[in-house]
């Protein structure tokens, strides 16, 4: 059973930074895949940033490349996403999810994630 505790969030000025953590804990974290997905008030859940269990290959929403770095620690088990340039847009609830398979497939898609986090708030203001 893997379980995942998002932290960092919180509020901040358009054009800082935060970063936020995954802290994975239940199995051998290193041979998964990790996402990111947010979600704002009144809209759906969406992709931001994936790592791949295989060579930690890393995908971006558009709307955040450049400016977010996913990344992750497997002596700590856990993975981060690094948030710069932030704009009142990526005001939402972040959530990092984990998928159990090693299968390569589409780390955009929420319903390959086996697992989420209770999701961490980060409000950027204007």
């Known amino acids: 059973q893997v379980q995942l505790v998002e932290s960092g969030g919180g509020l901040v000025q358009a054009g800082g930074s935060l970063r936020l953590s995954c802290a994975a804990s239940g199995r051998a974290f290193r041979m998964y895949s990790m996402g990111w997905f947010r979600q704002a008030p009144g809209k759906e859940r969406e992709f931001v940033a994936a790592?791949?269990?295989?060579?930690?290959?890393?995908y971006y929403a558009d709307s955040v490349k450049g400016r977010f770095t996913i990344s992750r620690d497997g002596t700590k088990n856990t993975v981060y996403l690094q948030m710069n340039s932030l704009k009142p847009e990526d005001t939402a609830v972040y959530y990092c999810?984990?998928?159990?398979?090693?299968?390569?497939?589409?780390?955009?898609?929420?319903?390959?994630?086996?697992?989420w986090g209770q999701g961490t708030q980060v409000t950027v203001s204007s």
């Open positions: 790592i791949s269990w295989s060579f930690d290959m890393a």
């Open positions: 999810a984990v998928d159990l398979s090693t299968l390569l497939r589409d780390l955009r898609r929420a319903q390959y994630y086996d697992t």
